[in-house]
């Protein structure tokens, strides 16, 4: 069953981190990793806070190959990077275990990610890893995406998902509402009793695989792997 985990350690710990030097107050946001032959290539969007001499400074670091501006957007600047990852026992490790990258974000100081690892015990050897690597690593929360037997619906049955939809599409939650049960009911050819069930049993099940599923599997403030 894969696990997502909350990872958190310093930026100096790891190569990227220290590639992408910060000043104080600024952020770094990985976006994506794209792999292109043997590289990963991370994209990342920098704070505006943090531009000034960031290019060249990153540009000069013995690990990169290549920085290019991908876009500039609303004041949103993206970055690509090609650097040597062999440097980087962190990402090496991530490579290894056979995790996803869900989502990176990068202060001057620290680094927090999320990733989704296909076991538990693909986790465990990971942090392992870290440890005999003298990564500091902290792991924060640990849980379960969903139920496996819940499939990619979470449980829904296809009348419940449709009238759920329904529902959402037509304006049923919103305030004002904008559409009345029986305008429900009769956009399915079904009675407002029938609505009614479907959508008390659709939200029950929702929550019931994803919500207390969470809740279920490990929730913890972040905790240094000893």
Request: one cysteine or more; a negative charge; hydrophobic letters at 40%.
């Amino acid at each position: 069953m894969p696990v997502i985990a909350h990872l958190r350690l310093p930026a100096s710990s790891f190569e990227l981190g220290r590639i992408l030097e910060l000043k104080a107050g600024g952020v770094v946001e990985l976006e994506q990793m794209i792999p292109l032959d043997e590289k990963a290539v991370p994209l990342f969007s920098v704070s505006k806070s943090s531009r000034d001499d960031f290019e060249e400074t990153v540009r000069n670091h013995p690990s990169v190959e290549d920085i290019v501006k991908v876009s500039d957007h609303n004041g949103e600047r993206m970055y690509s990077l090609e650097w040597n990852v062999d440097r980087d026992v962190f990402f090496q490790g991530i490579m290894e275990s056979g995790a996803q990258l869900l989502s990176a974000k990068g202060t001057s100081d620290t680094w927090e990610f999320e990733l989704r690892f296909p076991t538990h015990d693909a986790l465990s050897e990971f942090k392992q890893y870290c440890s005999n690597a003298h990564v500091q690593l902290e792991v924060g929360r640990i849980y379960n995406p969903m139920k496996p037997e819940a499939g990619i619906w979470y449980g829904l049955t296809e009348a419940q998902r449709e009238t759920l939809m329904q529902a959402v599409r037509g304006g049923y939650y919103s305030i004002p509402r904008q559409m009345s049960t029986q305008d429900l009911a009769d956009a399915l050819g079904i009675s407002d009793q029938a609505v009614t069930e479907r959508l008390r049993r659709a939200i029950v099940t929702l929550v019931e695989n994803t919500l207390i599923a969470t809740t279920e599997d490990e929730a913890q403030e972040f905790e240094p792997i000893k």
